[in-house]
């Protein structure tokens, strides 16, 4: 055996390029929140309360992105967050950061499987759930399993499906609104119906912030990618300099196109979801703009967000499971590597869990798969505050240790402003989960430890495994910073 192939069994491989980051970054949030459940929350809130909630969140989840960028220039490794966390933080949450990361994307695959089975049933109404939710995974499985290269062609294509769509939507929809297709200009009307564009008060407005946070998950995968592309310091900053632009363009301008063309009061905004793609703002534009196989068009679009979010799910759950085994924080044998730099034994560990949670919603009413997927919508937000508290604790400790900002391949702007304002929103996010469950006459003790089970279990892990293993949290002075992988 050469060196080469011993190096190639040893270490993960450098296969994605400049493309493949960018769209990474750029696909990461476009999918269901957007085409999906942008009508649900102009609904609530009136498109001035969407709006201003789309708003807070895109620029919380701009500085997150800015934070990570610096954190995986400096360090790129498919850990990512468990990586930083056991560095900066301590071990104990590095541990509980990774396995929280780990089953909330593992979950997710569930998720995407029982909606691509839905989707699907537009075209095949007769056909069994079962086969399909087979057939889908062993799609996502096989295109991880070949190679990091296959991964990152087809969110490549993926991404740019969802792009061309949006794009087409916001050209049909500035049409529409000037009068030049569709009918005569609508102008403000729509947009200020009842005087004014916010409805629905606080709890509205604190619902669509939720909803919108869901929404922007997966603009974190970037963090992972980091540790496999060909030129990180380049390719990471280039994506992450995107962050901004997709969030106003695609997210902000969209719902500004549909809270003009759709009265806020019309009830199909209140219906869309994958029982009902024909019910997707999307959906209801394209038609008034004249185009018949918008129903069609839109279903396999929001089939291809599905199918995408899943692949990514499973590509960084597996990355990162592989790299908490190479750093003693999960079972050695995850760690392995085929002759492909595959992470072949964290990627049949990671499908294999993401299948039986599918196979939960088919028994008992699908109340665990409920809680499953519960318990899973929560870690994102944990995941994001791990962001924020990790690059805090890594520029602090820069400083300490000596070092010159101009040493950063990548700087984040508005430190510490910037992680400090998201670590806020997050936590906001996270209390704000299931208000109604605290507001009723009655207080709902079953809502309540659904929507919030996730945090005390992190607690739970993030606690057990610092009081078995006596770690305490890395003082600044002694964060490790050297820029090799272990």
């Avoid at 900066?88 to 998720?111: D, M, R």
């Avoid at 005569?184 to 939720?210: Q, R």
Wanted: a positive charge.
């Amino acid at each position: 055996m050469t060196k080469n192939q011993q190096e190639t069994e040893t270490s993960l491989k450098p296969s994605l390029k400049a493309r493949h980051m960018t769209m990474i970054a750029l696909g990461g949030s476009i999918g269901t929140g957007l085409f999906l459940a942008s009508g649900s929350a102009i609904s609530s809130s009136g498109p001035g309360g969407a709006l201003l909630a789309f708003a807070a969140v895109g620029l919380m989840v701009y500085f997150l992105m800015t934070s990570l960028g610096e954190l995986a220039t400096y360090l790129p490794d498919s850990g990512s967050f468990s990586t930083y966390a056991s560095r900066f933080v301590s071990p104990a949450f590095g541990f509980a950061v990774g396995w929280n990361f780990w089953y909330n994307w593992a979950v997710t695959i569930a998720a995407e499987l029982a909606a691509a089975t839905v989707i699907i049933k537009y075209w095949f109404p007769e056909t069994s759930s079962g086969l399909w939710s087979l057939l889908f995974l062993f799609l996502m499985f096989g295109l991880n399993f070949l190679s990091t290269k296959s991964y990152g062609e087809s969110e490549y294509w993926f991404a740019i499906i969802k792009i061309i769509t949006v794009i087409v939507f916001l050209s049909v929809g500035i049409l529409m609104i000037f009068g030049i297709l569709g009918g005569e200009s609508v102008g403000m009307k729509n947009f200020n119906l009842g005087g004014s564009p916010f409805h629905g008060g606080f709890f509205a407005f604190v619902g669509v912030f939720m909803a919108a946070g869901f929404s922007f998950q997966g603009t974190e995968l970037i963090g992972v990618a980091a540790g496999e592309s060909e030129n990180p310091r380049q390719n990471v900053p280039r994506a992450i300099r995107q962050v901004f632009w997709r969030i106003l363009i695609f997210y902000i301008f969209a719902i500004f196109v549909i809270g003009m063309l759709i009265p806020y009061t019309d009830p199909s905004l209140l219906n869309g979801d994958l029982n009902n793609i024909g019910v997707s703002p999307f959906t209801l534009i394209f038609e008034r703009a004249g185009f018949a196989f918008a129903a069609a068009l839109m279903n396999a679009v929001i089939l291809s967000s599905v199918l995408s979010a899943g692949n990514s799910g499973m590509y960084a759950a597996t990355r990162v499971l592989y790299s908490m085994a190479r750093n003693g924080l999960a079972p050695k044998f995850l760690g392995k590597l085929n002759r492909r730099s595959v992470p072949v034994n964290a990627l049949l560990i990671t499908s294999a869990v993401g299948m039986l949670a599918f196979l939960a919603s088919f028994f008992g009413d699908g109340i665990v798969y409920n809680w499953l997927l519960n318990a899973s919508g929560m870690c994102g937000f944990i995941n994001w505050l791990a962001i924020a508290i990790c690059h805090y604790r890594f520029r602090k400790s820069f400083i300490v240790q000596g070092h010159s900002l101009s040493d950063l391949p990548f700087r984040a702007r508005w430190f510490p402003a910037g992680p400090i304002f998201a670590f806020i929103l997050c936590l906001i996010a996270i209390f704000g989960q299931n208000l109604g469950a605290f507001t009723g006459e009655t207080i709902d003790w079953y809502g309540i430890v659904v929507s919030y089970i996730s945090v005390p279990l992190f607690l739970i892990i993030w606690f057990g495994y610092r009081w078995v293993k006596k770690t305490k949290v890395i003082p600044l002075d002694q964060c490790d910073l050297s820029t090799h992988q272990h």
